[in-house]
């Protein structure tokens, strides 16, 4: 049974920089992605890794960073330059092999909270 559990979230201010992790258990999967959801928003792509390429919405392009320790079965986002129009729950899953913007699995974990004042 695969388990995406998503840390590293919380408050902090604009400009500010955060770290999260995903970290998976069951299996290892080749297209990893973070997603969020803001309050009364639909959930929407923010990051993928693929093997070692990487991809980002345009939202978040060039202020996070995706990346993937397979030691650890592990993906982070480090996400620096922060908005208030980052604030969401933030949550990892694997990706569709035909579309890295979708997640493979419909479930999804509890997510972190990232929360960015002005």
């Known amino acids: 049974q695969v388990q995406l559990v998503e840390s590293g979230g919380g408050l902090v201010q604009a400009g500010g920089s955060l770290r999260l992790s995903c970290a998976a258990s069951g299996r290892t999967f080749s297209s990893m992605g973070w997603f969020r959801q803001a309050p009364v928003k639909e959930r929407e792509f923010v990051a993928a890794i693929k093997w070692s390429a990487t991809y980002y919405a345009d939202s978040v392009k060039g202020r996070f960073t995706i990346s993937r320790d397979n030691a650890r079965n592990t993906v982070y986002l480090q996400m620096n330059s922060l908005k208030p129009e980052d604030t969401a729950v933030y949550y990892c899953?694997?990706?569709?092999?035909?579309?890295?913007?979708?997640?493979?699995?419909?479930?999804w974990g509890q997510g972190t909270q990232v929360t960015v004042s002005s």
């Open positions: 899953n694997a990706l569709q092999i035909s579309d890295y913007h979708k997640p493979l699995f419909d479930s």
